[in-house]
């Protein structure tokens, strides 16, 4: 795979019927390795090593319905109180990160209502905090720590 953006971390990985599959310390599964799994899974060592963000607090690939839609996020944090702190938007290092994915990630959030985004290739990361009451978002040099 890819080199990555992000510090080295360690992963487990399995290989069976020649296809590889990466172990999700999340979803405490293998998962078959896409280029965009490759990018969840640096994401959440991120977010736990360096971030020291608490892993039961963190949730990956779930459904949810926007306009009676279901959708798949990448990724989200909770805060104790059940509130969304952090929602992840991971694409495959080929895909360029573009308004769209912004258009993307903000439907999600108009539902989710995260206090922080984080967008991210592997290879470009932005991190955007939210203000609600202007609508819109602010990019941010880093992602904050877990509070």
Partial sequence: MQKLNFPTYSFRFKNSENKVSIFDEIRKKFILLTPEEWVRQHVIHF??????YPKSYINVEKLIKINDLSKRYDGVVFQPNGEIFLLIECK???VP?????FDQI?????VLKAK???VTNGLNHYFCQMDFENEKYVFLKELPEYK
């Fill in 47 to 52: 977010l736990l090593q360096d971030k020291n």
């Fill in 116 to 118: 922080y985004l984080m």
């Fill in 92 to 94: 495959a290092p080929e």
């Fill in 97 to 101: 990160i573009s308004q769209q994915t």
């Fill in 106 to 110: 903000a439907r999600y959030n108009l």
